[in-house]
């Protein structure tokens, strides 16, 4: 691997890792979506797997727009959140409850993901490099809003389901 030694260099090696976390997010979601039994949950998984397509789109105009090729670089951190989710769905587990674990696999997959937009987004501005930098805040805001919609279903759907289904056997 080549020497960093600029900023400039940090910022493409950090959004080579996210171009890379999000197409493998691309291959996974649909698995989740297909692995949860919760409706809303399924259906919050689904929209989310169209968002995270225009988010790669958009990397891909982030790298356009500071003149380098848009290139993955092995994200080994979404590879492990990505296998823990495997392994949740792979469980003999009771439904609801892994409706809840679904839940917080993906939780645990946008918080990576806000932090790494957080992290470049900054880079960007620092770097002069403005339109890169209001791709990048439009990416982190939809992350974050996919984090409070799921806060959301697990209070109101998916919790309250998981409680009640051990009373009822
Ligand atoms: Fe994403």
């Known amino acids: 691997m080549p020497r960093i030694t600029t900023l400039e260099d940090l910022f493409v090696e950090e959004l080579k890792d996210l171009f890379d ?36 789109e958009r990397l891909t105009q ?9 290139k993955g670089k092995r994200c080994e951190a979404m590879k492990g959140l990505i296998t823990e989710g495997k392994e949740l769905i ?3 587990i009771e439904p609801e409850l892994l409706d809840v674990g679904i ?33 990048l805040d439009q990416t982190l805001k939809e992350e974050q809003e996919a984090d409070k919609k799921l806060t959301m ?3 109101k ?13």
Do not use: C
Not at 21 to 37: I, S
Not at 62 to 70: L, S, W
Not at 104 to 125: L, W
């Open 103 to 135: 839940v917080g696999a993906a939780q645990k997959v946008e918080h990576y993901e806000m932090a790494g937009y957080g992290t470049v987004r900054s880079m960007a501005t620092i770097l002069g490099h403005k339109e890169a930098a209001v791709l």
């Open 62 to 70: 982030v790298f356009a727009e500071i003149g380098k090729p848009a």
């Open 21 to 56: 976390a999000e197409n493998q997010l691309t291959r996974a979601l649909p698995k989740m979506a297909k692995a949860a039994t919760a409706p809303e949950l399924k259906e919050a998984i689904e929209e989310h797997l169209e968002v995270t397509k225009q988010q790669v």
């Open 153 to 155: 279903i697990a209070k």
């Open 90 to 92: 792979a469980q003999d």
């Open 157 to 169: 759907y998916v919790n309250v389901r998981a409680m009640k289904s051990g009373e009822e056997g």
